[in-house]
């Protein structure tokens, strides 16, 4: 089991442009939450995903967007990018009723 | 609100010597408090949950519920444990959301 990945390692965009950043959970997991983490801060939760749908949002503004698919995996989708939107962004996964979160490598995301 | 506090962005020590990484927390409800690690290229990874009582690699923290505190802590630092060090809490509630603070980097001097 490769764990959690994510998928692009990097990213570079302009402002105003959309994004799409890729998830796919731990082996046995069901459960998928987004987290943003800029330079020099603790991560930021965003969102979580269970049964493909919404089930938990931090304070992020509507144009942060996810989906869960049947498999479990997940995507994260920011519209009109900000240059504050510049941060790693990490996928968690989890299985419901353990309270414990693994961890993706993380998607850099650059807005120039 | 929910909030981690962890006071100092980087502590230094040299090897051999206690190291003692601060954690404060605000939540009215009864979190559950982890802490999480960062080595040098490597993701973030899960050290230890206050409710599981452990002690890994060496390292134990106490839930001081009076105190809102989440100390970690180490009798003798090791090379190996320099890292970045995030304490973290979430509701007792299954795969709830984690509230972060915002690191502290411990560097450990030979």
């Known amino acids: 089991d490769a764990g959690v990945t994510q998928s692009p390692t990097h990213l570079i965009k302009t402002r105003g442009q959309q994004v799409t950043l890729r998830c796919s959970p731990k082996s046995g997991h069901d459960t998928v939450s987004w987290y943003q983490q800029a330079l020099g801060q603790g991560p930021q939760f965003i969102f979580q995903y269970y049964e493909e749908e919404e089930r938990q949002r931090g304070n992020f503004p509507d144009r942060f967007s996810g989906h869960q698919f049947p498999n479990y995996s997940s995507e994260l989708n920011v519209n009109a990018l900000l240059l504050g939107d510049s941060a790693l962004y990490l996928c968690a996964s989890s299985f419901t009723g353990v309270n414990e979160q693994f961890f993706g490598p993380g998607t850099r995301l650059t807005v120039l | ?110």
């Open chain 2, 1 to 110: 609100a929910q909030r981690v506090t962890q006071p100092e962005k980087l502590l230094s020590v040299f090897k051999g010597a206690p190291v003692e990484l601060k954690c404060n927390y605000s939540y009215s409800g009864s979190p559950e408090l982890f802490w999480y690690v960062q080595y040098s290229r490597q993701r973030l990874q899960l050290l230890l949950r206050h409710i599981s009582r452990e002690s890994i690699k060496g390292f134990t923290a106490d839930l001081n519920k009076g105190e809102t505190s989440f100390h970690l802590k180490k009798p003798f630092a090791q090379e190996e444990d320099s890292a970045m060090y995030y304490c973290a809490l979430s509701l007792y509630s299954s795969a709830s959301k984690i509230i972060f603070g915002s690191g502290t980097r411990l560097s450990i001097r030979p």
